[in-house]
């Protein structure tokens, strides 16, 4: 049902790159196996358009129990409200490669809370989604049955 999930921050010069790590941390301690995140996390230093110092923090999750743990966690820990804004935006979020795109506050989840978010300056999660064959509706009925 799901194939991985990617999990993806970016640390602006601004921000301490330690609490956007703790963001992440929210989610993976509460799915992956190895309780020591820096093993899983990948960090890589890019200059930002204007010279600008970016982190990129990133983690993927290949372990079924892994994936299906961080899913739980999801639907567990998201309010109703926006428990319902995923399931009703699932045609909208789950895109032709049949990977679902979700987006969490940062600063929300350094504060060990979930909640949706539409910035691009976000925790980005993407559910790469399996069906053999490739097939977009029985994608789009595993997210239902997932978030449902």
């Known amino acids: 049902m799901i194939h991985y999930i990617t999990l993806r ?9 330690s609490r956007v790590k703790t963001s992440l941390d929210l989610f993976l301690l509460n799915s992956a196996s190895n309780a020591n995140t820096d093993e899983i996390v990948e960090v890589l230093d890019v200059e930002g358009h204007y010279g600008n110092l970016i982190s990129l923090c990133s983690a993927e999750l290949t372990r079924k129990s892994e994936c299906k743990r961080l899913v739980e966690f999801i639907k567990e820990n998201l309010s109703s409200q926006d428990l319902a804004t995923v399931y009703k935006e699932i045609p909208d979020r789950l895109d032709d490669e049949q990977v679902f795109h979700l987006r969490f506050n940062k600063q929300e989840a350094y504060l060990g809370r979930l909640l949706l978010s539409t910035s691009s300056d976000a925790i980005i999660i993407k559910i790469k989604i399996a069906t053999y064959p490739k097939n977009w509706e029985q994608a789009k009925k595993n997210v239902e049955d997932l978030f449902g």
């Open 9 to 17: 921050a970016t640390s602006h010069a601004t921000e301490e790159k």
